[in-house]
């Protein structure tokens, strides 16, 4: 038989699934869009920030989160659509092989903070203060903070004294801020009928005792609202656990249909 003949009896018997083939291809094109857009976002909030990030608040802006997120993303998605498309093994392998290490990564990060819960909280502990540290540094590390005060009425980290640890909230002698012993509004009890706003309501407040400042702010601290916020819609947080693992397991068994049927093409080739 000759080449050509060979060639179109392949064609007519061709291993590759179209709807593998192209299933990837979208599946992988529409989280490369995503990408895309996260990191015009992320670089469009640095750009419009009037302040430069200090290097010690560098692994907690937002801004910078999104675009490293984003980044990775990009290149990763770019493998699985260029990889389905052209039926590259390398970029498919590529593309696969990098899900299975987030993938994995994620698991390992669940497990090991169930198994040492303790170590687990006292890194967030320490994260979430070094972003209370940096409020006022950082237009969107500050619009974040506010957000999840005013969403969980809650205040700080462990409680409102937490706000000490900030320069314009601390409670030192030698602090000239107006602030001083204070919170930021978001931490303060909100009153619908309100007509005019009192933006001041937290000062002083960590001079209160926690019955006292309880009339004017939410003085439990965010990690013990986030954990009753789970435990109370612990079907939603499973979901939505659910919902970013889905996609991962599905990209990667699908990148590997894709790369078994490209060797068995390549064999009746050759």
């Known amino acids: 038989m000759d080449t050509s ?47 430069d990030t200090v290097w ?7 801004a910078i989160i999104l675009i490293v997120v984003g980044v990775i993303m990009f290149f990763i998605t770019f493998c699985g659509c260029t990889g389905a498309l052209r039926e590259n093994i390398v970029l498919l392998k590529a593309f696969s092989i990098s899900l299975t290490m987030i993938f994995l990564l994620q698991l390992a990060i669940a497990v ?31 619009n974040l903070i506010d957000y999840i005060q005013k969403q969980f009425q ?6 409102y004294t937490d706000w000490s640890k900030n ?33 001041m309501c937290g000062y002083g407040t960590q001079n209160l005792g926690i019955l006292e400042a309880s009339k004017l702010i939410n003085p439990e601290g965010c990690a013990y609202k986030a954990a009753d916020y789970i ?17 991962q397991v599905a990209g990667i068994i699908l990148s590997w249909i894709l790369i078994s049927q490209i060797y068995k093409e390549m064999e009746t080739v050759f």
Request: some cysteine; glycine content about 4%.
């Open 167 to 199: 320069l314009y909230f601390n409670c030192t002698p030698e602090n000239p801020s107006r602030e001083k012993c204070g919170v930021p509004y978001s931490c303060c009890i909100t009153i619908p009928i309100e007509t005019v706003i009192n933006t």
């Open 112 to 142: 090991l903070g169930f198994v040492y819960s303790s170590k687990a909280r006292a890194a967030a502990n320490k994260f979430m203060k070094k972003a209370i540290a940096h409020y006022r540094d950082d237009p969107d590390l500050q």
């Open 5 to 51: 003949a060979q060639l179109n009896r392949v064609e007519d018997f061709s291993f590759i699934n179209p709807l593998v083939k192209y299933f990837l291809f979208v599946f992988s094109f529409l989280f490369w869009i995503v990408s895309l857009l996260m990191i015009g976002l992320g670089i469009y909030a640095k750009m419009e920030k009037a302040t």
């Open 56 to 62: 010690e608040a560098f692994f907690v802006d937002p």
């Open 231 to 247: 435990k109370d819609h612990f079907f939603l947080v499973g979901a939505l656990v659910l919902g970013l693992a889905l996609p």
């Open 154 to 159: 809650c205040c700080g980290w462990n409680n």
